[in-house]
């Protein structure tokens, strides 16, 4: 029943009919001001975060609003300029001291088509704050040594829905693949966690 609900709600996500004037809105409080943590349990030669971006000049601060983040960080993906960038997505619920799996899974087959979209789930909160979005567009995730500037605010995970969702503990688990031009996974994927929760406001 619970899944079921949280399916429903994921899908009109996906299905890009968020409508923040809708009845019920959630918002996702991030539980760490890192954001990003490791997976558990991921195969020899997968990397964390830190595989995907230089974060060494990014902040992250939580403040009683929310976490303000600012600064910068750097492509050092391991792909290149041909290859196609493939970006997987799974929602897991913290039920009873384990993480479950729910029906909510994305596949983006081709992620560079879509990273500035600003229909996409990451858009507002993300993609929209890269400042100097207009010179590094082309770039997407596949040029090493990308700087990505990022805009100073505060992140607010909101969504809108008139189906009720469960509230409690989530994690987002996200993998990132680079595929050469002949169909093959590079080594050095990447996989990360942001966990939070959702609640109703
Ligand atoms: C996350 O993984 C990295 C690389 O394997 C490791 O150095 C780091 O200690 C891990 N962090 C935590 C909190 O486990
Ligand atoms: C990235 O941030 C660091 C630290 O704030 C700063 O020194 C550097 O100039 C920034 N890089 C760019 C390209 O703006």
Request: proline share 3%; aromatic share 12%; net charge neutral.
């Amino acid at each position: 029943m619970k899944r079921c609900l949280v399916w429903k709600w994921i899908l009109l996500i996906i299905f890009e009919v968020v409508n923040l004037s809708m009845q019920i809105e959630y918002q996702f409080e991030l539980e760490d001001e890192s954001i990003y943590t490791n997976c558990s349990n991921v195969q020899p030669g997968t990397l964390n975060i830190n595989g995907l971006f230089d974060m060494t000049h990014l902040s992250t601060i939580m403040k009683p609003e929310g976490i303000e983040l600012s600064g910068n960080m750097t492509s050092v993906f391991n792909a290149q300029p041909s290859d196609r960038i493939e970006v997987t997505g799974n929602l897991f619920y913290f039920d009873r001291g384990t993480w479950q799996p729910t029906t909510l899974n994305m596949a983006i087959k081709d992620f560079c088509k879509v990273m500035y979209d600003e229909k996409q789930l990451w858009y507002k909160e993300w993609a929209a704050r890269v400042t100097n979005k207009d010179v590094i567009k082309d770039n997407c995730i596949k040029e090493h040594g990308t700087v990505f500037l990022m805009e100073t605010y505060t992140i607010k995970l909101r969504f809108g829905s008139s189906m009720p969702l469960v509230s409690g503990r989530y994690t987002l688990r996200i993998r990132v693949f680079a595929i050469d031009q002949s169909g093959k996974k590079r080594p050095n994927d990447v996989c990360y966690e942001v966990k939070g929760t959702f609640f109703k406001i």
